[in-house]
């Protein structure tokens, strides 16, 4: 079954951190640009980041949004067809459900399609980790 694997949900106090995973089942996550998307209740999904593939180069290409800058960093093991989202100095606003999604697209692409909030471009969605920020 093609699908993409989050690693489920979790409780973490403020200023705290957290590593989500995202792995892929049914396909190499390795030809596929990833963007992580958080989701709040009312308000529409907004992208966090997002990572290239490294086809022909040696270095991926990341993008975080002005909120996470710094405190969230995004990175890639093709050899487990996983991407991690790592985020640290967490606070009472990064709350919500945490989506990875992938698509075959170029590191030029990834990051205008990420800011709005991946729609129609990606191919395949995780299905999704609740983050919770306890004060």
């Known amino acids: 079954q093609v699908q993409l694997v989050e690693s489920g949900r979790a409780l973490v106090q403020s200023g705290g951190s957290l590593t989500v995973s995202c792995t892929a089942a049914g396909f190499n996550l390795d030809l596929y640009a990833v963007g992580w998307f958080r989701q709040v209740p009312g308000k529409e999904r907004e992208g966090v980041g997002c990572i290239s593939n490294m086809i022909g180069s040696t270095d991926a290409t990341t993008w975080y949004s002005e909120s996470v800058e710094g405190r969230f960093a995004i990175s890639r093991n093709d050899a487990e067809n996983t991407v991690y989202l790592q985020m640290g100095s967490l606070k009472p606003e990064d709350p919500g459900t945490y989506y990875c999604?992938?698509?075959?697209?170029?590191?030029?692409?990834?990051?205008?399609?990420?800011?709005?909030?991946?729609?129609?471009?990606?191919?395949?969605w995780g299905n999704g980790t609740l983050v919770t920020v306890s004060s």
């Open positions: 999604a992938a698509g075959r697209l170029s590191a030029t692409v990834m990051i205008p399609v990420s800011k709005g909030g991946g729609k129609y471009a990606m191919d395949y």
